[in-house]
């Protein structure tokens, strides 16, 4: 059976539109004005959970650039347009881009390979000046579209029109202007053809530029240019694959120039791509002349729990030593949402361990901790209580959820899918156990699946903050401070993020956002194998890299490197991490697997930070591999989100 669902996302449903003289697209922010019926915009109990949750003002992010009425659009390829004194380069693929004082400026990137990092910085090949202007206004975005607007001292001056994927920036003036064009290199070109140097525009009246693929021709790219008013998203789960389907909108209805990423055109789905390349830093991109591009991935499972069917006497005997010692030692509950959202989903973790295992004791012990934890967190008023910290609270300025103790940025909406995710994650196993605790921790869990996953806009959060779906993966930086634009560094705690939404959808009745986390979890895992851990080595784009994975990935640079650690092993671990029933998916190739663990144990042993990490990943390497690791398991330290015993029961249960 196959679900599915049509999004019209993010902050503007941007309508298609013939232009007129005189005529300006009239864009309408952050109201889609068709939800889809299957998904309504109102979400089962968020708006009661909203009336009870404590609010705040939350910390000044600093959308210098953001029209009034949008919802903030942190954690977005194109956050660095909006947020901070200056605007930053972005990386609509193929191209780069920049706003200036006096204009803007877009290039394609020079991609370059060395040893540790493949480049692809902003290239300004192309500049534009828009005379008059005194600044720029974000005033719309959608899935893959974003618009932005030169303001005068009398109004707006014009609008600039981006889109992933396109490799056209198109112009639109709201009264009448003359653009200064630099000169074109040879590999771009203007509708209307009026080449370098002052362009006319009447009000209402568009120009764009373009970028011609290698391997085409230039007559006839200029002859396919339809720019680009909007784009719109729609995704369906069937048995064995999700598929993602991005339309982009253009003024005529026309078939638009689209340039597709790797993971899209290796898959099964038919695209018909033969107008040439782009470099990218991700590898070759396809020019399609095409309205939308549909592309799928592997529906991945989702246990909750081992599977410990092929356990022997000896084994379930070990387990249970090493889940009675680690049950034993549980520490303190962290204040902070990611390393408390560690600790509490390790402990549902051990709680259904010790069911499985039938030790009743054990699961009352890890129960009887839990729970109340879990009880205070899910309190939908407690940042209203004095001297609480354990705790959310609405972010009115923001308009998302933030725990009130921030780590890593949170207060900023870095890594919210991180942390958010171990809380659904925990409280959906919780829910398997007790499901009368469904309700009393539905308000909140409500409000943390929306602020990183709600599937359409409303007033009070964006869809899919931190999801890409042009990418498939998510972004972690909430303000993209950063000149190569936004990052990720930890796709297994995004793709963990999603099985959290998944599970929380099963357990607490919602199909609709079950389906929507198999789709995000599929995706998320199958760019995290496509970019950071199993990327194609043949591709001469990775031949200079000593290592064979990736750990942060930019949208113009991807780099041999993390935020917290220069060690090689850091940089894998932090792939992997944490180790759930649902992480077989690390293992789809287990000759990579075994490559990743050599480029990454420097100093060939496990017994190391990160070594517990780095064993179970070793694992998926294959039955040697899984049986040197069980006699490996009491040499190597524990993570914070994870316990020997956990570990354990992953080795048994990848028993062929």
């Known amino acids: ?73 942190t954690n977005r390829w194109f956050s660095g347009l909006v947020f901070g004194s200056e605007p930053l380069p972005v990386y609509p693929l193929p191209l780069s881009f920049q706003l200036t004082a006096t204009g803007f400026n877009f290039g394609l990137p ?89 362009t006319q525009i009447a009000e209402g009246q568009s120009v764009t530029w373009v970028a011609i693929p290698d391997g085409a021709s230039k007559a006839e790219v200029l002859g396919q240019v339809h720019p680009v008013t909007g784009s719109a998203l729609s995704w369906q789960v069937d048995d064995e694959k999700t598929f993602t389907t991005i339309t982009w909108q253009t003024a005529d209805g026309a078939p638009t120039l689209v340039a597709t990423m790797p993971h899209q055109t290796e898959s099964d789905t038919d695209q018909d791509c033969r107008l040439g390349t782009f470099k990218s830093v991700y590898g070759e991109l396809k020019a399609c002349l095409r309205s939308s591009v549909t592309w799928g991935a592997p529906k991945l499972p989702a246990p909750a729990t081992y599977d410990l069917g092929k356990l022997d006497e000896a084994g379930r005997a070990n387990l249970i030593t090493h889940l009675e010692t680690d049950i034993q030692h549980l520490p303190a509950y962290p ?21 499985t295992l039938g030790r009743d004791d054990l699961a009352a012990t890890v129960r009887n901790r839990l729970v109340p934890e879990m009880r205070t967190w899910t309190n939908p008023a407690g940042c209203a209580t004095p001297g609480a910290a354990r705790c959310f609270f609405y972010d009115q300025n923001n308009h998302g959820v933030v725990g009130l103790v921030a780590t890593f940025g949170s207060d900023e909406f870095n890594d919210h899918h991180f942390h958010y995710g171990y809380f659904l994650y925990a409280a959906a196993l919780v829910a398997m156990d007790d499901p009368n605790l469904v309700s009393e921790m539905a308000p909140v869990m409500t409000l943390l699946s929306s602020d990183i996953a709600r599937p359409v806009a409303s007033d009070r959060f964006p869809a899919l903050r931190v999801y890409d779906a042009y990418a498939s993966h998510s972004w972690a930086s909430g303000t993209s401070p950063f000149a190569d634009a936004n990052n990720q560094e930890s796709t297994s705690e995004a793709v963990a993020a999603w099985v959290g939404l998944r599970l929380w959808g099963e357990v607490s009745g919602d199909q609709a956002m079950a389906d929507q986390g198999t789709w995000m979890q599929s995706n998320e895992a199958n760019a995290a194998l496509a970019y950071w851990l199993n990327f194609n080595k043949s591709d001469p784009l990775y031949a200079p890299l000593e290592y064979s994975y990736l750990p942060l990935n930019f949208g113009g640079k991807r780099d041999f490197a993390t935020w917290f650690s220069p060690d090689p092993e850091a940089g894998l671990a932090i792939q992997v991490l944490p180790v759930t029933p649902a992480s077989t998916y690390l293992g789809r190739d287990p000759d990579r697997v075994a490559t990743n663990i050599d480029n990454a144990l420097t100093a060939d042993t496990f017994s190391r930070t990160y070594g517990d990490i780095l064993l179970a990943y070793s694992a998926l390497a294959g039955e040697e591999a899984r049986a040197k690791a069980l006699t490996l398991v009491d040499e190597v330290p524990s993570d914070d989100g994870f316990t020997r015993s956990l570990l354990l029961a992953w080795l048994y249960s990848l028993k062929a």
């Open 110 to 198: 020079e991609v370059q390979s060395t040893e540790k990092t493949l480049f692809g910085g902003h290239r300004p090949e192309v500049s534009v000046t828009v005379p008059g202007i005194t600044g720029w206004q974000v005033v719309a975005y959608d899935t893959a579209t974003v618009v932005v607007e030169a303001r005068g001292a009398d109004g707006p001056v014009g609008r600039v029109t981006l889109a992933q994927g396109s490799p056209q920036v198109t112009f639109t003036a709201s009264s009448a202007v003359t653009l200064e064009t630099s000169s074109l290199p040879e590999h771009f070109g203007m509708v209307p053809e009026s080449g370098s140097g002052a």
């Open 1 to 73: 059976m196959r679900r599915a669902f049509s999004l019209l996302l993010g902050t503007v449903c941007l309508v298609a539109v013939v232009l007129l003289p005189g005529s300006v697209p009239r864009i309408q922010p952050d109201r889609p004005s068709l939800p889809d019926p299957t998904r309504p915009r109102e979400l089962p109990g968020e708006a009661a959970a909203l009336n009870v949750v404590a609010q705040n003002p939350g910390k000044d992010l600093k959308p210098e650039r953001l029209a009034e009425g949008l919802n903030p659009p």
């Open 335 to 355: 204040a902070d949402t990611y390393f408390a959202g560690k600790a509490l989903a390790r402990d549902a973790q051990l709680l259904q361990l010790a069911k």
